[in-house]
């Protein structure tokens, strides 16, 4: 019998992260699968094949790093395949509320044209202390104004309905670092988004884990797609090209600094 949801989970070189995340796996309510993508990893990343004996895990090996859109639709080529209802995401090193995917699904299950939905966050250190919570907007209308100026979305907190993608399509290699950004977009324009207004997962904050050059890049992936789905009907829409642009001439520090008090 297939499970609701497979817990989508890439990683590369991180294999601390991944048994963090899997140890709080373990403690998930309900049946689930969790699909690993190895993104060819120097050192292969190790799993077990079973977290329980109601959850299995399937490991995926790419020989060579080819990035995390690469990597994602290879698990989720696996995941359509297997005809799993919903696919909730997680990055190592993030944990989960045990009762997150049964909540999520419930959500989806409940509401039928909504494709996605995340929820509050928790940005933890290595201690797994409390850092700041990220709080989004709740309703499908001022979801998509804040997704003018950025995803409002937290990528790793979502889960997605698997329909969606078959519909849609998978996630696009040609926006690198913003790669969720424009797959919420699309899904935006088809269906309804929501953010459930609780705490469900906990993301590890390394403020080194994107580089002054990654960052650059996502920024002009991130303009591209702005003008992409631009709508000049909306304020929204001139606002977030503007911040962006703006962005793009601030030292990086001080976009950190600015995002993380937002944030709070």
């Known amino acids: 019998m297939t499970a609701r ?3 989508l989970l890439p990683v590369y070189s991180s294999q601390s992260g991944l048994d963090r995340s899997l140890q709080s796996l373990q403690r998930a309510v309900g049946r689930f ?3 690993i993508v190895d993104d060819g990893s120097p050192e ?3 799993a077990p094949l079973a977290l329980r004996d109601d959850v299995r895990v399937f490991l995926l090996r790419l020989t060579r790093n080819q990035g995390i859109a690469a990597a994602l639709n290879v698990g989720l080529r696996h ?9 909730a995401r997680l990055d190592a090193g993030d944990t989960v509320v045990p009762e997150r995917f049964e909540r999520q699904a419930e959500f989806l299950g409940c509401n039928p044209t909504c ?3 995340s929820s509050f966050v928790d940005f933890v250190d290595a201690s797994q202390s409390v850092l700041f919570r990220y709080r989004a907007p709740g309703e499908h209308a001022r979801i998509l104004r804040r997704m003018r100026l950025n995803s409002c979305l937290m990528h790793p907190a979502s889960t997605i309905r698997a329909s969606a993608f078959r519909e849609a399509g998978l996630y696009r290699e040609d926006a690198p670092g913003a790669e969720d950004y424009d797959l919420f977009l699309r899904m935006g324009q088809r269906y309804t988004l929501a953010v459930l207004p609780q705490m469900l997962t906990r993301l590890a904050y390394d403020p080194r884990g994107l580089s002054i050059a990654g960052r650059r890049q996502q920024q002009r992936t991130r303009l591209r797609l702005q003008l992409r789905y631009f709508d000049p009907r909306s304020p929204f829409s001139f606002l977030g090209v503007a ?3 703006v962005a793009m001439l601030v030292p990086q520090a001080a976009v950190a600094g600015f995002k993380r008090a937002g944030m709070n």
Do not use: K, M, Q
């Open 115 to 117: 494709a996605v939905v």
């Open 243 to 245: 911040r962006t642009l």
């Open 33 to 35: 699968d969790v699909v």
């Open 44 to 46: 292969p990343i190790t």
């Open 5 to 7: 949801t497979a817990v």
């Open 79 to 87: 995941i359509l395949e297997r005809g799993h209802e919903y696919i």
